[in-house]
């Protein structure tokens, strides 16, 4: 919109100007918008309408019509549409597909994810391997891209995924601005306009981003987001043992090699996760109970070492494994799942279902490898429930047998599959919990798995 308007403005109304989407597969052209500076107050430029002989789809994964509003993949089809790519008949039969709208025709999957207006018009959000998942939330980097870029300081920005090495993936936006602008800005920035969720951990101000030989950005080419921490706050090194101790549990807990102590926890990658670990150490290193609240609010060294050593010490104390027994007795809790579940009509009263589309190729092996280490970690799937010098009581077995149950089904039987997968367990054997990988297509699964709420 920046850029329109200025080319507008620089013209002062003497030029046209359309903003133009198509792939090279499809016309390149094939939608159109026609900007107005007068008319168009956005804080973007949309792709506009499909042009003649074009017809544009937005839909999901299984190519259904999305309403409008929500974020789909782009489909095109008309007569512009290329007959597929020369000599790739593999790569032809992925991306130009049967059109289901109008039978016999071809229509090119694109790849780009947009949105459809009130007013028809498309807006581009990004590219389908720009969607990502972090901690259950599917994401388009696109989306925080475009918010990045209604901040009046900024000039170009790009998000990207960086996967800690304890496995936790965090965001990280980059950024070229005409002036300073502090990472706590631009957080609270985004935070007025995105969910929690997709507000980057880390911030990076360059001087140019980075460039491939045809003017788009080399994701390949960031620089690594610790390299730039010193651009969030002055470093200041602890000054006392309380801030010592911390700096050492910050540095464990966000996986960094130096921090300071007016740095922001939530600057240098920090999340609700970690937050709660770092408020779970610093009980059983320094005897101080702070809440997640705690951090949050006091989210510098600084801040949190005034708190402690203004807080009543209270000793953590760990809980100690109990010893090893046939039988354990069982809580208030199971007993009454226990005796229910042993009554008529009750015998599927506590079971836990849950399914999962996974789209893909699965390595069956692997996922039954998988849910076994799962079993072998976790005393509660190797526990079973018997009757005990007559009364309810629970034994942890050492190994159980364990396989995923491989079922095939068409569309429409699916969902009585996963009805027919729910059976009752019997509590003497575990594990109590099954698992079902029902085939759809070769490379479209639901993953149904079934446990009993009394583990």
Known sequence: TR??????????????????????????????????????????????????????????????????????????????????????????????????????????????????LKDGNLVYIGRVDEQVKIRGHRIELGEIEAAMHNAEAVQKAAVTVKEEEDGLKQLCAYYVSDKPIAAAQLREHLSSQLPDYMVPSYFVRLEHMPLTSNGKINRKALPAPEASLQQTAEYVPPGNETESKLTDLWKEVLGISHAGIKHNFFDLGGNSIRAAALAARIHKELDVNLSLKDIFKFPTIEQLADKALHMDKNRYVPIPAAKEMPYYPVSSAQRRMYLLSHTEGGELTYNMTGAMNVEGTIDPERLNAAFRKLIARHEALRTSFDLYEGEPAQRIHQNVDFTIERIQASEEEAEDRVLDFIKAFDLAKPPLMRAGLIEIEPARHLLVVDMHHII
């Open 3 to 116: 850029l329109a308007k200025s080319v507008s403005e620089q013209f002062k109304g003497r030029l046209d100007i359309f903003n133009e989407y198509g792939p090279t597969e499809a016309v390149v052209g094939c939608m159109i918008y026609h900007f107005d500076a007068e008319r168009d107050k956005r804080e973007f430029v949309p792709i506009g309408t499909p042009a003649l002989n074009t017809d544009i789809y937005v839909a999901d994964a299984s190519r259904n019509l999305v309403p409008i509003g929500v974020i789909g993949e782009i489909y095109i089809s008309g007569p512009g549409v290329a007959r597929g790519y020369w000599n790739r008949p593999d790569l032809t039969e992925e991306k130009f597909v049967e059109n289901p709208y109008v039978p016999g025709a071809k229509m090119y999957k694109s790849g780009d994810l947009a949105k459809r």
